[in-house]
């Protein structure tokens, strides 16, 4: 049932109105019966009730000889048993003789049916089908008195007309609600696509203002707020770059000003310090402006990637391994991406002393592995390094350096690029780095 | 006072940066390390002091208020041939190319190590002295040759069918020596000399291996290498035409 009641706003609408008019015709059709019935009900008693007060006038205590149509007397009641009984009309028709001054002692109806093949057709019915009711009045002395009256047959015609009229109401209406609705629809249709896929960049086009007013209002609010967001962010990028110029400033002018420091050993010490809050000074400003990164994606040789960062690191004589691999072609921000390769690399190094990574090519998806045998991570910790500024306090201390935004950024990256990134301990001791992205073309982020 | 003599042989530098807390104490440490130097605090200043002295190279800041330093190495390469060090803030790849673009010689991130940027002065001055292999002309954003395309931005390779193939550092320092030189003889300490002076990354893997690395991206065959060519008696030539893009 419920999989059947329509979500959006013009299945609603139509659904609504459907019922609304389903209840309304329901509601006209039955006082329409009520009404003929009453009709029928006067148009059968009315003409008897006359007929018998006449008999009786004319023809005082004469036996009345029969004519069809006209009152009859019977010695006992010659309506047959099987007949359907009417006690509306019974009623009714005591309740007319009354007025004409006759009460009498018991009032008895009942219907003929017609027979299947009629042979003549009552002129005022003509047309109709319709049986026959017989009434039967018994008078204070005993006597019956009957008369005969067309009682028309329900009709179904009405019930087919009621029906063909509401459908054609319906129809009339449903076109220009359902014009309406997808007039109101459609912009809200886009309105919702711009809100899903909102990605704050200067290049994004305001939405086109369409539709009745309510909705342009709701577009125009839209289009300031996208821009607002927008205006915001940029308003955070400038502060970012202004608070990494003036912190870089004031590390650049001690970096210059150790070089007066006599101690070799303490002036290493203050570069390697120096060095590492520029570093971590990069790390934030990049994770801060991750979310509208400037580079595009292109199709990048990923393993030509891998080994390029791979020989960076041993150009200045780390130990990294790099299995070579065949070509691999991918959607990525390679600066990006060379940046996260670079941060599970450097990660292995700084616990490890040494990396091997490995590029494992499926046809679902792409696995970089970057791989130690350094102390690991204990289990309980594996998600958690992920978060940005997280450290491990046991095996992370000031000395070895960094805030733990390597991982933070190393994921956001991958995510970006439409991969997960997991870390694992390896059977045999040491830290698993796997960066899995889908084969599929391009990523959907764009 | 210093005599005449000792004047010219001391290299005369003109330092230009906003910041006063770099700007003095790295003039003492370029002068103990037997520069002479002229420093000043905006462009404006600067452009009277190149018209007033010989300077002999510019170590230039590229964010300073009024106007900047990439303007000031504009007109510095538009109206003479002093060599330009940058100074920049950014560790963005597009300050670096903007600044190599512009023409100047080298560029330096802060914070850096004044002993890394007197060594690259000494280089970029030893490379105007020995003449000619000087990065005069300003880098172009792209160079195309036999298929391939190197974007100096990104440090990148495209193939023909557009497909990226990211170098390393050393990769990409010797390709770009290689096909801003085409045609020419190499020799490895000049390719040594070219790779250095461009990156803080140590770059002590011989030449040579490098040059396998690179023959294995682009070349065809690599037994049989018809871009990256070896010449006989120690050196190496890009055999291709190359167009700036």
């Known amino acids: 049932m419920k999989a059947l009641f329509p979500r959006n706003l013009s299945g609603q609408l139509a659904l609504l109105l459907a019922l609304a008019l389903f209840a309304a015709q329901a509601i006209n059709l039955a006082l329409l019966l009520r009404e003929r019935a009453n009709f029928r009900l006067a148009q059968t008693t009315r003409p008897a009730a006359i007929r018998i007060a006449d008999a009786l006038d004319h023809a005082g205590n004469r036996p009345i000889r029969g004519e069809r149509s006209r009152v009859r007397r019977h010695e006992a009641n010659p309506i047959p048993l099987g007949f359907e009984r009417m006690p509306k009309v019974g009623a009714e028709l005591r309740e007319q003789l009354s007025e004409l001054g006759i009460s009498p002692r018991q009032i008895d109806t009942g219907i003929r049916l017609r027979e299947r093949s009629p042979r003549r057709h009552d002129h005022r019915f003509a047309g109709r089908t319709s049986d026959t009711l017989m009434i039967a009045v018994q008078l204070p002395n005993g006597t019956w008195l009957t008369t005969n009256a067309p009682w028309p047959r329900r009709d179904n015609r009405i019930l087919w007309a009621l029906l063909a009229q509401t459908i054609i109401i319906y129809v009339l209406i449903l076109l220009p609600v359902l014009w309406i609705t997808r007039r109101l629809s459609r912009p809200l249709r886009g309105l919702a696509d711009a809100a899903r896929t909102f990605t704050p960049r200067k290049e994004i086009p305001a939405l086109a203002v369409e539709g009745p007013t309510d909705v342009r209002d709701v577009i125009v609010a839209f289009n300031g707020l996208a821009q607002r967001v927008t205006a915001m962010l940029d308003e955070k990028d400038r502060m970012l770059g202004a608070i990494g110029h003036d912190l870089r400033t004031p590390l650049a002018a001690l970096r210059v000003r150790i070089e007066s420091v006599e101690d070799e050993q303490d002036r290493a010490r203050m570069a390697e310090t120096i060095a590492e809050m520029s570093r971590t000074l990069d790390d934030i400003l990049s994770l801060a402006r991750l979310g509208r990164p400037s580079e595009r994606i292109t199709e990048v040789d990923l393993t030509a990637l891998v080994d390029a960062v791979v020989e960076d690191f041993r150009d200045l004589g780390a130990e990294v391994v790099f299995e070579e691999a065949e070509r691999i072609r991918l959607h990525l921000r390679p600066t990006l991406f060379r940046r996260a390769v670079r941060n599970l690399i450097e990660n292995a190094l700084k616990y490890a002393g040494h990396a091997e990574v490995t590029i494992v090519a499926e046809p679902t998806q792409i696995r970089v592995c970057v791989a130690d045998r350094g102390p690991g991570i204990p289990e309980e910790a594996l998600t958690a390094v992920f978060d940005p500024f997280t450290r491990l306090e046991v095996s992370r201390s000031r000395e070895t350096g960094g805030i733990g935004l390597g991982l933070a950024l190393a994921q956001a990256i991958v995510h970006d690029a439409g991969g997960t990134i997991t870390l694992s301990n390896r059977s045999g001791g040491g830290l698993m780095a796997i960066i899995a992205l889908p084969t599929s073309e391009a990523p959907a982020r764009g | ?245």
């Open chain 2, 1 to 245: 006072m210093l005599d005449g003599n000792l004047m010219a042989d001391t290299p005369h530098l003109l330092l230009v940066d906003d910041e006063r807390s770099i700007r003095e104490p790295l003039a003492q440490y370029l002068t103990k390390q037997g520069f002479r130097v002229t420093q000043v605090g905006d462009a404006e200043a600067a452009r009277t002091r190149l018209g007033a002295y010989a300077i002999d190279l510019v170590v230039l800041d590229i964010m300073m208020p009024g106007e900047d330093g990439l303007s000031l190495c504009r007109y510095i390469r538009a109206t003479s041939e002093t060599p330009v060090i940058l100074l920049t803030a950014r560790t963005e790849e597009t300050d670096r190319i903007v600044g190599l673009e512009m023409g100047a010689d080298d560029y330096m991130v802060k914070p850096f190590s004044p002993r890394e940027l007197a060594a690259r002065i000494k280089v970029v001055l030893r490379r105007l002295q020995a003449g000619g292999t000087r990065q005069h002309a300003p880098d172009a954003t792209a160079y195309a040759f036999a298929g391939w395309i190197l974007k100096t931005g990104e440090r990148t390779l495209v193939d023909h069918e557009g497909v990226a193939v990211p170098l390393s550092t050393g990769e990409f320092n010797l390709l770009h020596a290689l096909v801003t030189r085409p045609r020419q003889v190499l020799t490895r300490d000049q390719l040594l000399d070219l790779t250095q002076g461009r990156e803080a990354a140590a770059f002590d893997r011989a030449i040579d291996n490098q040059v396998s690395r690179l023959r294995k991206k682009i070349e065809a065959d690599v037994k049989n290498p018809q871009l990256i060519k070896t010449v006989w008696g120690g050196g190496y030539t890009l055999a291709a035409e190359v167009t700036r893009l």
